[in-house]
C-alpha cells in the first residue's frame, strides 16, 4: 500500500481510506469494529467519519459512528492513525441536526460546538483531518477559515479540508485564505468513480496546481459498480431502501444512480474486470487510486467480506489499454448520472 501527502499538510496517508458511514446503521457496533480491525491489519492507517453519521441521517443516529469508531480507537496506537471528520455544514436541506438549533452553519461559535463534541465521542484530543461536509457558499469563506485556524492553533485539529465543494468554492477559498492570511484546505472530498467522472476536468486542476489532495468517497458508485442493482434491487441495500422508503430527495439520489445508463455502464465495466481477471470492484478501486491528484480513495462496507473485496485492489496496477478500454465506455456513456451526458451535477 502506499502513502501519500495530504495536501500541502505535513500529514501522509494511505492510499486507501476506511469510510465509517455505515457504522451504527447497516453494520451494528461488533461488525463495525471487525471491519476496523481488517482494515489495521493491512495496514490502512486512514479512517474516515463525520458527526452526522450514519447514513441515512436520522437525529436518533446523529453522532453514533464517531462514538462506535471511538471506543475502537481506545486500543489503539493513537498516533499512528489519521483520524478525519466533518461538521455539517448547512446541508442544502438533506439533514438538519438535533444539536445547534437544527440550524448549522460554518461560522466560528458553530464550529467550535461541533469540533468539541466530536472530540468527546471520537475519545481524543486532537482531529487529524477536519473537514465542512458542505460548503456554505453564503458566509464569507475568510470567517470559516479563521474559525478553522484557530483550531489548528489550539493543537485540536492538524490540517483542513472540505467536501461536496465546487471548483469555484475551493478557488474562492483559496483566494480568501491568501488574502486574509488564514488556514487553507489541504484536501476536497467528493463523489468520484467510473460513472462519475467529473472530478477530472476543472477540479482536478485546481488540485494539481494548488495542492489540494481529492479524498473520492463512493468509488463503487454508491454500490452500483459492484454489479449487484444489474438485475433486481437487491435487499438490504441503500439505494434499495431509499427507492421504496425514502423521502423525495434520497428516492431522487437513488433514480440518480440506478439508471439505466449506468447499468449499462456497469455491464461493460464487469465485462473489462472479467478479461482481465479481477472483480468489478477490484477495477473500481483501483482505478479510482490511479489518478495523480488524487491522495486517497475512500472506502465503505457493511462485513469483513465486503472489505476484503475493495482490498484486492491494493496492489492493482490498471496497464495502459485496460485504461483505454474504460475510456471507451465514458465516451459511449458520459456520466451517466445525467440523463444528458453532461458532466455538470
Same mark, same amino acid.
Given at each position: 500500500?502506499?502513502?501519500?501527502?495530504?495536501?500541502?499538510?505535513?500529514?501522509?496517508?494511505?492510499?486507501?481510506?476506511?469510510?465509517?458511514?455505515?457504522?451504527?446503521?447497516?453494520?451494528?457496533?461488533?461488525?463495525?469494529?471487525?471491519?476496523?480491525?481488517? =482494515?489495521?491489519?493491512?495496514?490502512? $492507517?486512514?479512517?474516515?467519519?463525520?458527526?452526522?453519521?450514519?447514513?441515512?441521517?436520522?437525529?436518533?443516529?446523529?453522532?453514533?459512528?464517531?462514538?462506535?469508531?471511538?471506543?475502537?480507537?481506545?486500543?489503539?496506537?493513537?498516533?499512528?492513525?489519521?483520524?478525519? *471528520?466533518?461538521?455539517?455544514?448547512?446541508?442544502?436541506?438533506?439533514?438538519?441536526?438535533?444539536? @445547534?438549533?437544527?440550524?448549522? =452553519?460554518?461560522? %466560528?461559535?458553530?464550529?467550535?460546538?461541533?469540533?468539541?463534541?466530536?472530540?468527546?465521542?471520537?475519545?481524543? $484530543?486532537?482531529?487529524?483531518?477536519?473537514?465542512?461536509?458542505?460548503?456554505?457558499?453564503?458566509?464569507?469563506?475568510?470567517?470559516? &477559515? %479563521? /474559525?478553522?485556524?484557530?483550531?489548528?492553533?489550539?493543537?485540536?485539529?492538524?490540517?483542513?479540508?472540505?467536501?461536496?465543494?465546487?471548483?469555484?468554492?475551493?478557488?474562492?477559498?483559496?483566494?480568501?485564505?491568501?488574502?486574509?492570511?488564514?488556514?487553507?484546505?489541504?484536501?476536497?472530498?467528493?463523489?468520484?468513480? &467510473?460513472?462519475?467522472? @467529473?472530478?477530472?476536468?476543472?477540479?482536478?486542476?485546481?488540485?494539481?496546481?494548488?495542492?489540494?489532495?481529492?479524498?473520492?468517497?463512493?468509488?463503487?458508485?454508491?454500490?452500483?459498480? *459492484?454489479?449487484?442493482?444489474?438485475?433486481?434491487?437487491?435487499?438490504?441495500?441503500? !439505494?434499495?431502501?431509499? &427507492?421504496?422508503?425514502?423521502? =423525495?430527495?434520497?428516492?431522487?439520489?437513488?433514480?440518480?444512480?440506478?439508471? $439505466?445508463?449506468?447499468?449499462?455502464?456497469?455491464? +461493460? !465495466? /464487469? +465485462?473489462?474486470?472479467?478479461?482481465?481477471?479481477?472483480?468489478?470492484?477490484?477495477?473500481?478501486?483501483?482505478?479510482?487510486?490511479?489518478?495523480?491528484?488524487? =491522495?486517497?480513495?475512500?472506502?465503505? %462496507?457493511?462485513?469483513?467480506?465486503? &472489505?476484503?473485496?475493495?482490498?484486492?485492489?491494493?496492489?492493482?496496477?490498471?496497464?495502459?489499454? *485496460?485504461?483505454?478500454?474504460?475510456?471507451?465506455? $465514458?465516451?459511449?456513456?458520459?456520466?451517466?448520472? +445525467?440523463?444528458?451526458?453532461?458532466?455538470?451535477?
Amino acid at each position: 500500500m502506499q502513502r501519500r501527502r495530504l495536501g500541502a499538510s505535513g500529514i501522509a496517508v494511505t492510499d486507501i481510506c476506511m469510510g465509517t458511514m455505515t457504522f451504527g446503521s447497516q453494520c451494528n457496533e461488533r461488525t463495525s469494529h471487525d471491519i476496523l480491525d481488517r =482494515a489495521y491489519s493491512v495496514g490502512i $492507517d486512514f479512517y474516515d467519519a463525520a458527526e452526522m453519521y450514519p447514513v441515512p441521517p436520522q437525529a436518533e443516529t446523529f453522532g453514533r459512528t464517531e462514538e462506535i469508531l471511538g471506543r475502537w480507537l481506545k486500543a489503539k496506537p493513537r498516533e499512528q492513525l489519521i483520524i478525519a *471528520t466533518k461538521i455539517t455544514g448547512p446541508g442544502h436541506g438533506w439533514f438538519s441536526p438535533p444539536v @445547534r438549533g437544527g440550524r448549522t =452553519a460554518l461560522d %466560528a461559535r458553530q464550529i467550535v460546538a461541533a469540533v468539541e463534541a466530536s472530540l468527546l465521542r471520537l475519545q481524543t $484530543d486532537y482531529i487529524d483531518l477536519y473537514q465542512t461536509h458542505w460548503p456554505d457558499h453564503h458566509m464569507r469563506y475568510e470567517d470559516t &477559515l %479563521a /474559525a478553522l485556524g484557530k483550531l489548528i492553533d489550539q493543537g485540536k485539529v492538524r490540517a483542513i479540508g472540505a467536501s461536496n465543494e465546487t471548483s469555484w468554492g475551493l478557488m474562492k477559498s483559496l483566494w480568501a485564505a491568501e488574502r486574509h492570511n488564514t488556514a487553507r484546505y489541504d484536501s476536497v472530498q467528493n463523489n468520484f468513480s &467510473l460513472i462519475n467522472r @467529473r472530478c477530472e476536468s476543472e477540479l482536478a486542476q485546481v488540485c494539481r496546481r494548488e495542492q489540494i489532495s481529492l479524498l473520492p468517497y463512493s468509488p463503487l458508485g454508491g454500490g452500483v459498480l *459492484t454489479g449487484k442493482y444489474n438485475d433486481k434491487l437487491p435487499e438490504g441495500a441503500r !439505494f434499495t431502501d431509499y &427507492l421504496r422508503n425514502g423521502g =423525495a430527495r434520497q428516492k431522487s439520489m437513488a433514480q440518480r444512480f440506478v439508471n $439505466d445508463r449506468s447499468l449499462e455502464a456497469t455491464r +461493460r !465495466f /464487469a +465485462r473489462i474486470a472479467e478479461d482481465i481477471g479481477v472483480s468489478l470492484v477490484a477495477l473500481a478501486v483501483a482505478w479510482s487510486r490511479q489518478h495523480d491528484f488524487v =491522495a486517497s480513495t475512500i472506502i465503505g %462496507a457493511t462485513s469483513v467480506a465486503q &472489505l476484503d473485496q475493495s482490498l484486492e485492489a491494493v496492489d492493482l496496477i490498471l496497464d495502459p489499454e *485496460t485504461l483505454e478500454r474504460i475510456d471507451e465506455v $465514458d465516451v459511449d456513456i458520459p456520466c451517466p448520472l +445525467r440523463e444528458d451526458g453532461l458532466r455538470r451535477l
